[in-house]
């Protein structure tokens, strides 16, 4: 495995091996020693999601304030821009966010840790985004930040308006945000 380092240290792209030939291919999507051996980290992984969207749906920026989870992202199929926004007040990278292509094709993965909202936009036509998390999913902690907020200033490829829920549609202002210390 192959780790790429963004602009924020925590954040990191991963590159499997993959074996492939006029069969197809094969890679370890996750595996706990290689992962450790790569990035230093032992994250426990404790609930798995699976989303499929359509293109220039933008989900994000979301994040729980308690129960913080760590997320290791891929897209299975099709192509997202995914996006992790540092909201850690204590940070020295706190309010900058890098953005990665996740794809069926590069099959990378993005590890996006706790303290951080995430986003993603959908570039091809559909996309099927599978993620692990290190902490369950707990509504009453969950919160968001407006994806297109003035001063986090993220740089979204998109091609005209993104289709949104209401709940991204009504995020918050990140200087109004509940955020980490």
Not at 56 to 78: E, F, S
Not at 129 to 148: C, H, M, Q, S
Request: proline fraction near 4%; glycine fraction near 8%; aromatic fraction near 12%.
């Amino acid at each position: 495995m192959k780790v790429i380092r963004t602009d924020i240290p925590e954040v990191m792209v991963l590159e499997p091996k993959v074996f492939g030939d006029h069969r197809g291919f094969f890679f370890e999507s996750y595996n706990e020693l290689a992962f450790h051996d790569a990035t230093g980290l032992r994250p426990r992984f404790v609930q798995d999601n699976h989303s499929r969207s359509t293109r220039g749906v933008l989900r994000g920026l979301h994040y729980q304030i308690r129960q913080a989870q760590g997320k290791l992202l891929r897209c299975t199929a099709g192509e997202i821009f995914d996006v992790a926004v540092d909201i850690r007040r204590s940070s020295s990278t706190f309010g900058r966010w890098v953005g990665a292509r996740l794809s069926g094709e590069n099959k990378r993965q993005l590890w996006v840790p706790a303290g951080f909202a995430h986003g993603f936009l959908v570039l091809s036509d559909s996309a099927d985004l599978l993620y692990k998390t290190t902490d369950y999913y707990a509504p009453e902690f969950d919160r968001g930040i407006v994806w297109n907020d003035p001063d986090l200033k993220i740089q979204w490829p998109l091609d005209g308006e993104p289709l949104l829920s209401d709940k991204d549609r009504h995020g918050r202002f990140f200087r109004d945000a509940d955020l980490y210390e």
